[in-house]
């Protein structure tokens, strides 16, 4: 717990840190310190445009920063904590640059205790984005992610390593589920 005590500090000080997820490493930061994010999409070269996800501590946390209705809370109640990061219209909770021109977010409830605990002990949830080389490949472990991004990370949490496959990401728009990527997790039933 002091570990997670201590990585909290660091996301509320506006740090950047890597972490394993149920899936694949993550980098991610306090979804509400804007210059956070700013680094993130730096480290990530990507465009401002395609806002990253966030995670979220459980069904109860997603409804405070998303619009969920019965068909997506009993689908996501079935699903999660797992591999998936489900596509919401996000709440005014979600800072602006967070959402899609759509006003949409994507959430995601990993199925790995040190991702909940983090959440739950920043109290707010965390952008959260792969690991990953300019060319898509993952980090599989903690190490090489420290190698890689050396001193533009804050911390490096060494979990072991991680699965390899990112998770599948499901729009539950108007409650017509689309699947947008098909990866860890099941996507057999949305289909």
């Known amino acids: ?5 201590r990585v909290a500090q660091i996301l509320k000080q506006g740090g950047v840190v890597a972490y394993a997820t149920d899936t694949v490493y993550g980098i991610g930061c306090d979804i509400t310190n804007k ?16 806002p990253f996800s966030f995670m979220c501590s459980d069904l109860k946390n997603i409804s405070r920063y998303a619009k969920v209705s019965n068909y997506a809370y009993k689908t996501m109640k079935r699903l999660l904590p797992g ?15 967070m959402l ?19 959440v739950r002990e920043l109290g707010n949830p965390i952008l959260t984005t ?14 090489l992610i420290h190698d ?3 001193p533009r990370l804050e911390a490096v949490i060494d979990s072991g390593p991680a699965g390899g496959t990112p998770s599948s990401v499901i729009a539950l728009m108007d409650d017509i589920p689309e699947i ?8 057999s039933q949305f289909t």
Do not use: N
């Not at 210059?35 to 395609?50: F, G, N, S, T």
């Not at 899609?100 to 983090?118: F, M, Q, S, W």
């Open 100 to 118: 899609t021109r759509r006003k949409t977010a994507g959430i995601r409830v990993p199925d790995h205790v040190l991702c909940i605990a983090l």
């Open 130 to 143: 792969s690991a990953t080389r300019p060319d898509g490949s993952v980090f599989s472990d903690a190490s």
């Open 83 to 97: 591999p998936y990061t489900f596509v919401l219209e996000g709440s005014r909770e979600v800072p602006k640059m």
């Open 35 to 50: 210059k956070a994010i700013e680094k993130i999409y730096q480290l990530k070269q990507r465009d401002k445009k395609k």
């Open 180 to 187: 947008i990527r098909e990866g860890a997790g099941d996507v």
């Open 1 to 5: 717990m002091r570990l997670v005590t």
């Open 148 to 150: 890689y991004f050396g």
